[in-house]
């Protein structure tokens, strides 16, 4: 089993509409990240935890939510989706313990469609 | 504001043959340097971590390599194969561990 999952995989939705991308972990990390990706701009950090009651804004924040539910879990929340907002969005985790020096491991991907 | 640059954007070779893909990076206050590859459509793997105190770090044919203080990273493929055809991403970090991105190098190894 994959040590990071993401759902849904694919999701078309149309604007206006609230929608929720779901980012689990087997890996027992702290931190958390969410990222997109788009052509020309490469991958961009949305939102991290470091863990459960930690939650921080990274570049592109604006319209966009978490939440952390468990260390296991966190989700990321688009209140009114737009166009704009169509990309590939990947999970990340994280340990900055150990031997690990904090290196990412990332999920699968949901490409979101915003019509 | 760090910024990372991946030349060259795009890389065509013929099998069998050695590459470089270089990164640079502009602040060089790094915790460390992560090496990725993409499969269209797909996710990260990650290939290589180079933590800033050290020079290279070696995993099969691939060699990284990191110089801190001139910002430069590369990442050497030997007896390249058409397998290796993915693209290949560069990314930094400080002691946060947020990740800061090249566009990355799109390798096609032909057979």
């Known amino acids: 089993d994959a040590d990071v999952t993401q759902t849904p995989r694919n999701r078309i939705t149309k604007t206006g509409k609230r929608i929720m991308l779901e980012c689990s972990q087997t890996?027992?990390?702290?931190?958390m990240y969410w990222y997109r990706q788009d052509p020309g701009l490469g991958l961009r950090l949305i939102y991290y935890?470091?863990?459960?009651?930690?939650?921080n804004k990274g570049e592109i924040s604006d319209g966009y939510s978490v939440s952390r539910q468990a260390q296991a879990k966190f989700s990321l929340s688009l209140e009114s989706a737009i166009p704009n907002q169509t990309a590939l969005y990947f999970c990340?985790?994280?340990?900055?313990?150990?031997?690990?020096?904090?290196?990412?491991?990332f999920g699968p991907g949901t490409r979101l469609t915003v019509l | 504001k760090q910024e990372v640059t991946q030349i060259p954007a795009a890389l065509s070779v013929p099998e069998g043959e050695n590459l470089v893909l270089n990164c640079s990076f502009t602040?060089?206050?790094?915790?460390?340097l992560q090496w990725f590859r993409q499969d269209p459509g797909k996710g990260l793997t990650s290939l290589l971590l180079?933590?800033?105190?050290?020079r290279e770090q070696t995993s099969g044919r691939l060699n990284a390599s990191l110089d801190k203080s001139s910002g430069r990273s590369t990442l050497y493929i030997a007896a390249s194969q058409p397998g290796d055809s993915a693209t290949y991403l560069c990314?930094?970090?400080?002691?946060?561990?947020?990740?800061?991105f090249g566009q990355g190098t799109t390798l096609q190894v032909k057979p």
């Open positions: 890996k027992g990390h702290d931190r």
């Open positions: 990314a930094v970090s400080g002691n946060t561990g947020k990740l800061i």
């Open positions: 180079i933590q800033s105190s050290q």
């Open positions: 602040d060089s206050a790094i915790y460390n």
């Open positions: 990340a985790t994280s340990d900055p313990t150990g031997g690990s020096y904090n290196e990412q491991f």
């Open positions: 935890s470091f863990d459960v009651k930690d939650i």
